[in-house]
């Protein structure tokens, strides 16, 4: 069957499950964090519903069996994804918005509109126009600031993550992948986050940074290649001390 590259076991899973049980009813698509897993999409480690979750039309019939829930939509629009048909992006972020909090919403959000993990799945302007086209909407408040929050081109939910903390301790919003051109190599490079106008990079170090030689060895050419043109690079990791973090920003940013 077909399957993305990046899939695992838990895709995988999802995805046998599906398709195995629209052999007994076709008219239902994946919804909910069912559809959210197999987009790729970063669901949080705290939600452990892993129900099949299916979505059909207000006439759908009622499903009793265990580990299935099944939502009626009076309209229901679907993707195929990799031969999958899952709940449509824009309504799916609309669906789960009531269970997750600005960070996680943004998060996904940030995702679906990201070139990661086969996409990118829709487009901000998408996401508003599903918003306005619906006149009852649980959380509207949140997916409306969920939704300005979102930018293009964000590689990871930590990336996200630190974003999000620097906005929310009153610091400008550094801007996504600045540009950085190498003169030395002729090549354009792009930290996570930065402020060109004082050529101050910050970059969020997972630990496959660690862990990869490869990545490793690219990471110390990349950072020697930025700071040959000028700049100076903040490196956050899950252990850095935000506190100190903040401060050292502040200095740079003379607040």
Not at 135 to 156: F, G, W, Y
Not at 193 to 222: C, M, N, V, W
């Amino acid at each position: 069957m077909p399957t993305p590259l990046w899939a695992g076991a838990t895709w995988l899973w999802e995805a046998t499950r599906l398709r195995g049980f629209r052999l007994l009813r076709p008219d239902v698509v994946g919804t909910v964090w069912t559809a959210a897993r197999l987009y790729g999409l970063p669901v949080p480690n705290r939600v452990r519903d892993h129900a099949l979750h299916i979505a059909g039309d207000a006439s759908c019939i009622r499903v009793n069996r265990p580990g299935i829930v099944l939502h009626r939509h009076q309209r229901l629009n679907h993707n195929d994804f990799f031969d999958l048909p899952l709940l449509a992006v824009p309504h799916l972020l609309i669906e789960v918005a009531p269970f997750l909090d600005i960070l996680e919403l943004v998060q996904m959000g940030d995702a679906v509109v990201s070139t990661r993990f086969s996409g990118p799945k829709t487009s901000i302007e998408h996401l508003r126009a599903e918003l306005a086209s619906r006149k009852q909407v649980r959380s509207r408040k949140l997916l409306e600031q969920a939704i300005s929050l979102l930018r293009n081109t964000v590689d990871s939910p930590r990336e996200t993550w630190l974003r999000l903390w620097i906005i929310r301790n009153g610091f400008p919003e550094p801007h996504v992948h600045p540009e950085v051109h190498s003169h030395i190599k002729n090549i354009t490079l792009h930290p996570d986050l930065g402020y060109p106008g004082i050529k101050l990079a910050i970059e969020y170090e997972g630990d496959h940074h660690r862990t990869s030689p490869e990545q490793f060895a690219g990471d110390i050419e990349r950072r020697q290649l930025i700071e040959a043109e000028g700049w100076t690079i903040l490196r956050v990791s899950k252990r850095t001390d935000m506190s100190a973090f903040g401060r050292l920003l502040a200095q740079h940013l003379s607040m």
